[in-house]
């Protein structure tokens, strides 16, 4: 029998700005989800990064079930109630619409769900992020799953040699490509690498295309055509047995990389890896955070979890992450600190460029006027 694991989360409000998901927002949700256990919910965790409310739940309803999803937009709604009663900052920031209707997806909560038969031991990890997007996991999917120098197991586990198989969106086509490695790895990579354009959405195990890791990869810029916050992505991946070891899953974050978010959306920031006591981005609204829960499922039970980056072997590489935001901080409103146009699109920048757009003069006209005035001065 099959078990999910739905992972939706949600920006209902900030304490102070976009800083922390206060306590009461986790309890409104908690009550709500504790009230579904055993008519729907076979069990659930409740957590936050930053601004962002987690809600990790194992049913067996299957993924994109309406219930599932009604019952988080439910969980939301009653936590926006308390974000406005507390008048706290961007109080249902992320519930674009109106009311809910079936899928929480392209309603502005982000989804990351996976349906699977537990294994005798189902050792999974939820990602949990603040103040990036779903880009943020490309190069750690693209480490875990494919880099034989990251993952030893890729090398010596039978079950791994056949490698894996990537789903890439196409987050402005609204199209998909599924590319297989070792075989098609300089493809993916050129897809990839570039984070204006694609996201790692589904990570299969290609001999059995058994389900791996899955990100949420929803646009909230899109949906809602103008800023309301960056997206803040949630994943999940399966670990051991035949996947790659827990610790070759977190040694991706050992090594911060630079992620689209931070302030107002519009920067380059390091990820850093932090436990979920650590979850409070400030300096700048950020630098952006990962945070790591390891559960092992029993029967859809989520023992745990494991607050995996909270392990001491981890500072190092939040030490690297503070001296990369201050580098990169050192820019200023300048690139590569501040993101491409392309990714500004949702930013108040367009309208500054169209307010500016008639004072551009041409250039060939410009070196006429200047050589009349030169004349000018001649004479
Ligand atoms: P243990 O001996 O601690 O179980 O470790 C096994 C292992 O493979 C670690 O990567
Ligand atoms: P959030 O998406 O976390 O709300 O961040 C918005 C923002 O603009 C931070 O500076
Ligand atoms: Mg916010
Ligand atoms: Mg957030
Ligand atoms: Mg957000």
């Known amino acids: 029998e099959k078990i999910t694991l ?7 409000g900030g304490l102070c700005g976009h800083t922390l998901a206060p306590d009461e927002l986790l309890d409104t949700c908690e009550y709500v989800l504790e009230e579904a256990i055993d008519e729907l919910l076979i069990d659930y965790y409740v957590t936050r990064c930053g601004d962002d409310i987690d809600l990790i739940m194992t049913h067996k309803l299957g993924t994109d079930n ?23 900052y961007g109080a249902g920031q992320d519930l674009l619409a109106e009311g809910f209707t079936g899928n929480v997806k392209g309603m502005g909560p982000g989804c990351a769900e ?19 997007d779903p880009t943020a996991f490309n190069m750690p999917f693209y480490k875990i799953f494919a880099d034989p120098f990251h993952t030893a197991g890729l090398v010596y586990d039978n079950s791994m040699t056949g490698g894996f ?4 969106l196409d987050m402005y086509g609204n199209k998909q490509i599924t590319l297989k490695t070792p075989e098609e790895s300089y493809s993916l990579l050129a897809l990839i690498g570039n984070l204006e354009k694609y996201a790692v ?13 899955i990100a949420s990869s929803e646009k909230l810029n899109l949906m809602a055509g103008k800023y309301v916050g960056k997206d803040d992505p949630v994943a999940i991946v399966r670990a051991q047995s035949g996947m790659p070891a827990v ?3 977190l040694e991706a974050f050992a090594t911060p990389h630079l992620v689209p978010g931070w302030m107002r959306g519009c ?53 690297k992450a503070l001296d990369m935001a201050d580098m990169i901080r050192s820019m200023g409103p300048f690139q590569p600190h501040r993101l491409p146009e392309s990714m500004m699109e949702y930013s108040s920048i ?30």
């Open 201 to 213: 959405k589904r990570v299969f195990r290609a001999k059995d295309n058994e389900i791996a890791a």
């Open 6 to 12: 739905s992972v939706i989360k949600a920006d209902v």
């Open 66 to 88: 309406e219930n599932i999803h009604g019952l988080a937009w439910k969980a939301f709604e009653e936590a926006t109630e308390v974000a406005k009663e507390l008048k706290l």
């Open 247 to 249: 610790g070759e899953v």
């Open 350 to 379: 367009p309208q500054i460029m169209e307010a500016l757009k008639d004072r551009f003069v041409d250039t060939e006209k410009v070196k006429k006027l200047e050589k009349t005035r030169e004349r000018g001065d001649m004479e």
């Open 267 to 319: 920067h380059w920031g390091p990820l850093m890896p932090v436990g979920e006591d650590d979850a409070r981005p400030s300096r700048f609204d950020g630098p952006p955070r990962i945070m790591a829960l390891g559960f092992q499922l029993s029967e859809g039970r989520l023992v745990g979890p494991n607050d995996l980056f909270a392990d001491i072997s981890f500072n190092n590489a939040r030490q």
């Open 165 to 168: 198989k990537f789903d890439v």
């Open 114 to 132: 996976m349906e699977f038969v537990e294994r005798p031991s189902e050792p999974v990890i939820v990602f949990c992020c603040d103040k990036t």
